[in-house]
């Protein structure tokens, strides 16, 4: 049975179908990254503790369950940085009053919930397709999956 | 013979195959398949976890860490009680695992006896 790979541009092929239950965890760690999100809002961390427990929890699954989990990871990682950086700049202009409401500010602002949105839509549209069984691979982060990820 | 023990083993797939992974369901097969007489009535009177009463059970009792005292990981199950669950945060993990978990501590308290 083959399984279809699909890319954020192409469909490939993948080579063997995952079972019931490696759908479940893998799509389980996307959904899993949002809730935690949720969760742990306006926190930006909490959210990386999560996707960090889910995968070091199926270190020892199938690698299609390991793979996913890396990309869930490293996208929450991603999060972590460009979300801080957020965090800290809001809670020092309203606690210290050294800052204020620039215009650098708010475009950096706009960039961040652009980022988290595109990042939410993606986690979605993941969490959908691989517990259909379908191998979805993002951008870059696809690739750090494969270099971090070992059959 | 064979198709006697053939059938044998995919009844009792048919009834406890839910509390295993479904990736592990053809090694157990295998395994079964080759089961001597004397331990079927061993394995018969195995008792497993249902996974999804180990989830209703990490809904309600998740933070105090009880669905991991259940499953038999009583080092974790202490751990997640001091920490309160680890803050809320592994009680989240916890209700997404905790299924997986209790199909795999299935499975390797049906291998010890094959």
């Known amino acids: ?151 | 013979m064979e198709i006697v023990n053939s059938s044998r083993v995919d009844n009792y797939l048919m009834v406890n195959g839910k509390f295993f992974e479904s990736h592990q369901i053809p090694a157990i097969r295998n395994q079964l398949l080759k089961l001597d007489d004397s331990k079927w009535s061993t394995l018969q009177i195995l008792q497993f976890k249902d996974p999804t009463l180990m989830l209703i059970i990490s809904l309600v009792g998740g933070s105090l860490g009880i669905d991991r005292f259940m499953i038999g990981d009583t080092g974790l199950g202490i751990a997640k009680l001091i920490t309160c669950g680890g803050l809320g945060i592994w009680t989240i993990v916890d209700l997404f695992l905790i299924m997986g978990a209790t199909r795999e501590r299935n499975a390797e308290k049906l291998f010890q006896v094959l």
């Open chain 1, 1 to 151: 049975m083959e399984c279809h790979e699909r890319t954020m541009t192409n469909t490939l092929t993948f080579q063997s179908k995952p079972s019931e239950h490696e759908a479940e965890k893998a799509s389980n760690s996307y959904v899993m990254s949002l809730v935690a999100l949720m969760a742990g809002l306006p926190l930006p961390i909490i959210n990386l503790i999560a996707t960090l427990a889910f995968y070091i929890a199926n270190k020892k699954g199938t690698y299609f369950v390991r793979w996913h989990c890396t990309q869930a990871l490293f996208s929450q990682l991603s999060l972590l940085f460009i979300n801080s950086f957020g965090f800290w700049w809001t809670i020092s202009i309203f606690i210290t009053q050294k800052d204020t409401i620039n215009n650098n500010y708010i475009s950096y602002i706009l960039v961040v919930i652009l980022f988290n949105l595109i990042e939410f839509i993606a986690t979605i549209y993941s969490a959908i397709q691989t517990r259909k069984g379908i191998h979805v691979r993002w951008w870059f982060y696809g690739d750090i999956a494969d270099l971090i990820c070992k059959p």
